[in-house]
């Protein structure tokens, strides 16, 4: 089905682990974009993409990476793992058409452990 | 800047109760608004949205109208199921100069229905 994926569903890692949550989509969408989830925090935007090539930072972008060699695919990296970032992350995409406004597609989400 | 308050949760109904979720936004310009749900363990899905004053986005058995005298977008639903438990979350999506901006989310509101 066409849509967000996102990998890994789960994942715990050490506190100064690195590693790099997965995001692909299927439909075109040129804007792509990740959050993180934390209790009674809401959605906070981390990076954002509005094309292959082209990353800005949202809300909250310290400790994380990102990159945009493709349309289809968002990475996210996080370089030494903190306990902070312990939370839920999605990744969302959606189209982006001058003087026109479209909701978001979001992923299924990542739910990360730092210990 | 840009932002959305929704009334703090949890809101627990009996089922076939009515529901109201108050949103209000702050905005520079003519954002579109958006409802999203997320059940349980999943990523957030698209409710309903609105594009310009006065438009009623529904879906669902769920409604919300633009109201900008009043910069509100208050979520209803006549009669409550089981099925509706999930934390709901109000957002906003701003024009600019550019092709497009973020999506902005209130914190959510956690909807209880208990049969």
């Known amino acids: 089905n066409a849509g967000v994926t996102q990998t890994p569903k789960f994942q715990v890692l050490k506190t100064g682990q690195s590693m790099t949550l997965q995001c692909a989509q299927d439909?075109?969408?040129?804007?792509m974009s990740w959050y993180r989830q934390d209790p009674g925090m809401g959605l906070r935007l981390i990076h954002y993409?509005?094309?292959?090539?082209?990353?800005d930072q949202g809300e909250v972008p310290n400790g994380y990476n990102v990159s945009r060699s493709t349309t289809e695919d968002f990475p996210l990296r996080l370089l030494s793992a903190a306990p902070s970032q312990t939370s839920v992350y999605f990744c969302?995409?959606?189209?982006?058409?001058?003087?026109?406004?479209?909701?978001?597609?979001f992923g299924s989400g990542t739910r990360l452990t730092v210990v | 800047g840009n932002s959305v308050t929704q009334m703090e949760g949890p809101v627990t109904l009996s089922e076939e109760a009515f529901l109201t979720i108050n949103c209000t936004y702050t905005?520079?310009?003519?954002?579109?608004l958006f409802w999203y749900v997320q059940y349980p363990g999943e990523g957030l899905q698209l409710l309903l949205k609105?594009?310009?004053?006065?438009d009623k986005g529904s879906n669902k058995g769920f409604e919300a109208t633009y109201r900008k005298e009043t910069t509100s977008f208050h979520l209803e639903k006549g009669s409550v199921q089981v099925s509706d438990s999930a934390v709901y979350f109000c957002?906003?999506?701003?024009?600019?100069?550019?092709?497009?901006?973020?999506?902005?989310f209130g914190k959510g509101t956690t909807l209880s229905v208990s049969s």
């Open positions: 439909m075109n969408h040129e804007y």
């Open positions: 609105a594009t310009k004053a006065d």
């Open positions: 905005a520079t310009g003519y954002p579109s």
């Open positions: 969302a995409s959606s189209l982006l058409r001058t003087g026109l406004i479209y909701g978001y597609t």
């Open positions: 957002a906003l999506r701003a024009l600019t100069n550019q092709a497009g901006t973020a999506l902005i």
């Open positions: 993409s509005v094309g292959a090539g082209i990353t």
